[in-house]
């Protein structure tokens, strides 16, 4: 399999850009005020060496917009919307992915719990919350699906029991790890992996939102399966302040991405704080 390159952090060049995030809608937020602006980072993306434009969706929900007003339908509409834009930015630069986010429970309840695991839902609830998003998904004709930054395993189980449900679809599957062996609620990544293995809807399993320094580890964890990785800085998400704290990981990510390829993995990009010269940096150093 050839490495395909993902994009890097929608919302740090939203805010680069002069976009406000700070809202518990986060970038799904522009959907509505200022969509264009979207497209443009898709756009900024491509033309930076990227393969895949992954949506504006990761903390658009049905519920998330309904609890600032907006009822079921227009949420639906702005959640198409997210492919609608990717998929214009792919046709304007002539290439690529549409790749449609599907962020995790903790996003929607905008507390940090993407980073522990720690939720209010079990497996069948969290399959109930997740259900509408998807099939809406899933119906705007992406190329596949990015269920991304999954801290937990009953939220994994129930993401695997949806994905059966859905047999025409496509996804990678990518998980927001603690270190170099867990996910961020404690499971062993090879447990929460095994969940998709054999599923040929699956084209990856991986992680992302989770430190560079621990990417190698969880790499040699995945080798049975086509490997995504797009690691965040290094630093920390403050759910209080909304916003990051600590340092960046000291690496040169060019290089560290033709690290990571030479050791298994086939889709790379970049999360929180990685920006188009990170992805540029990407495209440069590998095939």
């Known amino acids: 399999m050839s490495t395909l390159v993902l994009d890097g952090g929608l919302s740090t060049h939203l805010e680069a850009l002069g976009a406000d995030l700070r809202d518990e809608l ?9 969509p264009g602006l979207i497209r443009r980072v898709h756009a900024d993306y491509f033309a930076a060496g990227a393969d895949v434009a992954t949506t ?3 903390q658009a929900s049905i519920p998330g917009f309904v609890r600032r007003g907006m009822d079921e339908a ?8 997210s492919v609608e834009l ?6 304007e630069a002539g ?6 986010s599907v962020g995790p429970y903790g996003a929607y309840l905008a507390n940090g719990a993407e980073y522990t695991g720690d939720y209010d839902l079990d497996e069948d609830g969290l399959l109930a919350w997740h259900r509408p998003r998807w099939e809406i ?9 990015a269920v991304e930054t999954i801290p937990s395993c009953p939220e994994a189980r129930a993401l695997a029991r949806l994905l059966e449900e859905t047999p025409g679809v496509k996804a990678w599957i990518s998980f927001s790890c603690r270190d170099d062996e867990h996910l961020n609620d ?9 969940l998709f293995a054999g599923n040929p809807q699956v084209v990856a399993v991986g992680v992302n939102c989770t430190a560079p320094r621990f990417i190698p580890g969880l790499i040699a964890r995945l080798t049975e399966l086509p490997v995504v990785v797009y690691p965040n800085s290094g630093e920390t998400w403050d759910a209080d302040t909304r916003g990051w704290t600590g340092l960046t990981d000291p690496i040169e990510y060019g ?28 495209r440069a150093h590998v095939s």
Do not use: F, M, N
């Not at 986060?26 to 200022?34: I, K, Q």
């Not at 404690?186 to 095994?194: C, D, K």
């Open 26 to 34: 986060w970038s799904a937020r522009l959907l509505l005020e200022d």
């Open 56 to 58: 504006a969706s990761y």
């Open 74 to 81: 227009e949420a639906a509409r702005l959640i198409t919307l």
């Open 86 to 91: 990717a998929a214009q930015a792919r046709d």
């Open 95 to 100: 290439h690529g992915l549409v790749a449609a």
């Open 137 to 145: 998904l899933a119906a705007a004709g992406p190329d596949l699906l």
């Open 186 to 194: 404690g499971t062993p990544i090879t447990e929460a992996a095994a």
């Open 255 to 282: 290089q560290a991405a033709k690290e990571w390829q030479g050791i298994g993995a086939s889709l790379i990009g970049g999360c929180c704080r990685t920006t188009p010269a990170h992805i540029r940096q990407v």
